[in-house]
């Protein structure tokens, strides 16, 4: 059942749950993720969920710029799958890729995974010191 309620001077649409606190609503109507914000970020973070991609992404925000053997190497992990995951990190723009004869090196192209992957890290380090 929808009905309109007034909190502070603003109207609202409320469903069957009613506003048990609008003095901790009011400043978050229209803050909240819209559906569509919410699918761009599903996505972004569904990239993040593969430990191979995100060991690809860790390596490249450590030094700006890799190869695909470079990667294969410190991953762990054959040429060709490297070659997949950057394939899809590339596809979703998060990463760019750079030819030099036949070496393509691969470069991270989206500064939001950066400062997610720097914080995640730090956060981490500190945890490991303060223990």
């Known amino acids: ?7 502070d001077g603003q109207i609202i649409e409320q469903c069957e749950t009613e506003c048990v606190c609008p003095e901790l609503v009011l400043p978050l109507i229209g803050r909240v993720a819209s559906p569509s914000e919410a699918e761009t970020a599903t996505k972004m973070f569904s990239l993040l969920s593969d430990p191979t991609r995100l060991r690809l992404l860790h390596a490249l925000s450590l030094s ?13 992990a054959s ?5 997949h995951q950057l394939s899809t990190l590339r596809a979703a723009g998060i990463v760019s890729r750079r030819k030099q004869g036949r070496t393509s090196f691969y470069a991270l192209d989206d500064e939001r995974i950066t400062e997610i992957l720097r ?3 730090a956060s981490r380090v500190r945890a490991k010191t303060s223990a």
């Open 1 to 7: 059942m929808n009905t309109n309620s007034d909190i």
């Open 64 to 76: 700006g710029e890799l190869c695909v053997c470079d990667l294969a190497f410190l991953t762990e």
């Open 79 to 83: 040429q060709s799958a490297i070659s």
């Open 119 to 121: 914080e995640h890290m």
